[in-house]
């Protein structure tokens, strides 16, 4: 696109986007990131500390264990989730079987990638109904690899609920099954549907549609989504994470550096490590990016020795790219693909096998994760240098054309996720 007329579109963009802001809510300063944060701390310390008559006795580790939880949901502090994890089983202890708390910890093991024991939670409500358990079971076909059932599920939701999460779920798989239109187009019908008091919900749809665009080498356009975030949920540190990884694949290094550690201040969390260190190998500065990537490292194994599983694909990709240690790679990967068998894991474990020098596995692999029919930009080049390495040159030569449609900007920086 001609940059005057991408600056035009990114002006009208912006424009609609603070009008529809303007409409939603007359305080969003209100609805900022640390105004809620701070209001789920109070009421938490009112529960654990003060006024005994602010929420009836019975209530009150079923309520405190959802703080907890939306606390851990807010910030992303992996201490936070070991705490709300711990507020939901005292609750179980003290209030019994209860379902909410069971969808609770489902919801809770989701996120940190246990999906065996969502699964183990899930059988504990066998005739429960309901928009959360129904998304649940949708959402972990997904990650199953059972992409038609979870298509089918999201249609389903969304016909049925038609909340904002129906239609950003069914949004995001028909991005990843590369409709990009049409995912935006569910993007925006989630936002009609979110409400002035869930501004940090409109923020993350916001993420979503710019995260669209950046998969697409449109990083004017999503600049101007991850702005319009930012004015919905001020301080929201996702926005700064993505924003950083648009930066740096425009190499203005200089402010991607700077907002990588002001964010890392904030959210000292590996991934951000292990980013900030990816943007100075890009700019080819091996010197700085060392120490980012030592204490990423560091924090994955960490995370891994405390038994944790939610960092087995970071690990087996930082071992594929950073250290370029096959052998280590694979061993993250298989317990990554393990856990979850869908095109994500497959594509990891592919690129380790290939880092390994396993090229007949790797093409089995990669194969696997193409049959999804998913369009990435990163699996067609992880197949076109797969196939390239058994000897396969035309079909190599193709999977780089198709890399190419996605993104024209393949090549530039991005972030492993």
């Given at each position: 696109m001609h940059r005057l007329t991408l600056r035009w579109f990114a002006a009208v963009a912006l424009g609609t986007c603070v009008h529809v802001l303007v409409a939603c809510s007359s305080n969003v300063k209100s609805s900022s990131y640390e105004t809620e944060l701070k209001r789920i701390q109070?009421?938490?310390?009112?529960?654990?500390?003060g006024d005994f008559n602010s929420t009836n006795e019975s209530e009150r580790p079923d309520r405190l264990a959802y703080l907890r939880y939306r606390r851990a949901t807010l910030t992303g502090d992996y201490a936070d989730f070991r705490a709300a994890e711990m507020a939901i089983d005292r609750a179980l202890q003290q209030m019994g079987p209860f379902e909410d708390l069971y969808l609770l910890r489902a919801n809770l093991n989701f996120k940190l990638h246990r999906l065996s024991q969502v699964r183990a939670d899930l059988q504990k409500l066998p005739d429960a109904r309901g928009e959360q358990v129904e998304t649940l079971r949708t959402d972990l076909a997904f990650q199953e690899g059972k992409y038609e059932e979870a298509r089918k599920g999201y249609e389903?939701?969304?016909?049925?609920?038609?909340?904002?999460g129906a239609f950003a779920r069914l949004g995001y798989y028909t991005f990843v099954m590369g409709d990009v239109l049409e995912a935006d187009n569910l993007y925006r019908r989630a936002q009609d549907e979110i409400t002035a008091k869930e501004m940090g919900s409109y923020a993350w749809v916001e993420l979503q549609r710019g995260v669209l665009k950046f998969s697409r080498g449109r990083y004017e356009e999503a600049l101007v989504h991850y702005q319009c975030a930012e004015e919905a949920y001020s301080g929201f540190w996702l926005v700064a994470d993505y924003t950083a990884e648009v930066l740096g694949a425009q190499r203005r290094f200089e402010e991607a550096q700077a907002l990588y550690k002001r964010l890392i201040a904030r959210v000292p969390r590996p991934e951000f490590h292990q980013a900030l260190g990816d943007l100075y190998l890009f700019m080819g500065d091996a010197k700085n990016a060392k120490p980012w990537h030592e204490k990423a490292l560091a924090g994955y194994r960490e995370s891994a020795?405390?038994?944790?599983?939610?960092?087995?694909?970071?690990?087996?990709?930082?071992?594929a790219d950073v250290r370029q240690d096959g052998t280590e790679a694979v061993r993250w990967a298989r317990k990554d693909a393990e856990l979850r068998a869908n095109f994500l894991t497959q594509d990891t474990l592919a690129w380790a096998l290939y880092r390994d020098n396993q090229f007949p596995e790797a093409l089995v692999?990669?194969?696997?994760?193409l049959s999804s029919n998913v369009q990435d930009t990163q699996i067609f080049v992880h197949a076109a240098l797969i196939n390239l390495a058994n000897g396969k040159t035309d079909e190599g030569k193709q999977f780089f054309l198709k890399a190419a449609q996605v993104n024209p900007s393949y090549g530039t920086f991005h972030v492993h996720r």
């Open positions: 109070q009421e938490i310390s009112t529960i654990e500390h389903t939701l969304m016909q049925r609920h038609g909340t904002w020795e405390r038994g944790d599983v939610h960092y087995f694909h970071h690990l087996a990709g930082f071992y692999a990669i194969d696997d994760a």
